[in-house]
């Protein structure tokens, strides 16, 4: 992913929806995030709305991630300005950690960056565009048939990144597009997904992300600010539909065999 600072932080949206009732019979969600200020947007927000407390880690910062999902209904990694190839010992344990999930097959979903580190995990290479483009904006994507066998995907989808990922070994793709990054959705068994973008993004983290990095707008294959806020106002109400049939199917472990 690209890096999505700049030096104006919003509130994040997630802080401002309240954790429904029942909440204790819930286990949280594990989500992971690679920078201080990184917030997970509207997947959050689902969560919460639904009951479920966010148990946020910042293994950067040093937060260790657990050594089992028993107590996690879960698992979120999300993007970030690092790469799945840096050689932080940090990025490694977490490409590593992955393993936990996929051998108690807990639901395991990488945005981005957690899509690329899920695709390293299983073999599968991690690189940038051999042209030189970028994916940032609102994107056109199609699902597979395996794709359309879980539902299907948005039509267009918001992008922040410039490396892509190979489809790993046995693994399903779910969603392509004809431009410079094929792959934009897998499942590796019945309970671990990986997306190249970005399901929880908001109108403020727009704001935020392509405000505070313009000179990445001028890169080939990015959309002008103007029109990511444009495509926004026009897609995202479906990119939410699509979340929440997804994620209460995932959470609900009843993907398996679709």
């Avoid at 009732?21 to 997947?43: E, T």
């Avoid at 991690?126 to 030189?132: A, I, K, L, R, S």
Wanted: charged residues 20%; positive net charge; hydrophobic residues 40%.
């Amino acid at each position: 992913m690209l890096d999505g600072r700049s030096g104006i932080e919003p509130a994040c949206p997630v802080d401002l929806v309240p954790l429904a009732a029942g909440r204790s019979a819930k286990r949280p969600v594990l989500i992971v995030l690679h920078q201080a200020q990184s917030c997970p947007g509207h997947v959050g927000q689902w969560f919460r709305r639904h009951g479920f407390a966010l148990d946020m880690r910042r293994p950067f910062a040093g937060d260790p991630l657990p050594a089992t999902l028993a107590g996690h209904c879960g698992a979120v990694i999300f993007g970030g300005p690092q790469s799945a190839n840096d050689p932080f010992d940090y990025i490694r344990r977490e490409i590593d950690w992955i393993g936990v999930a996929l051998r108690e097959k807990a639901p395991f979903l990488g945005i981005c960056l957690g899509a690329q580190m899920l695709a390293q995990h299983l073999g599968a290479r991690v690189d940038h565009c051999p042209h030189g483009h970028v994916e940032i904006g609102y994107h056109r994507v199609r699902a597979t048939l395996a794709g359309e066998r879980l539902g299907g995907f948005p039509s267009h989808v918001f992008h922040w990144h410039r490396e892509g990922f190979d489809l790993p070994r046995d693994a399903e793709l779910l969603a392509t597009t004809d431009g410079s990054y094929p792959n934009q959705a897998f499942r590796f068994g019945d309970a671990a997904f990986g997306v190249q973008f970005h399901p929880e993004i908001s109108y403020q983290l727009i704001g935020r992300w392509s405000g505070g990095n313009p000179m990445r707008l001028l890169m080939r294959g990015a959309r002008p600010r103007g029109e990511q806020f444009d495509g926004h106002l026009v897609h995202a109400a479906q990119v939410h539909r699509w979340l929440d049939r997804f994620l209460s199917r995932w959470v609900e472990r009843s993907l398996a065999g679709s």
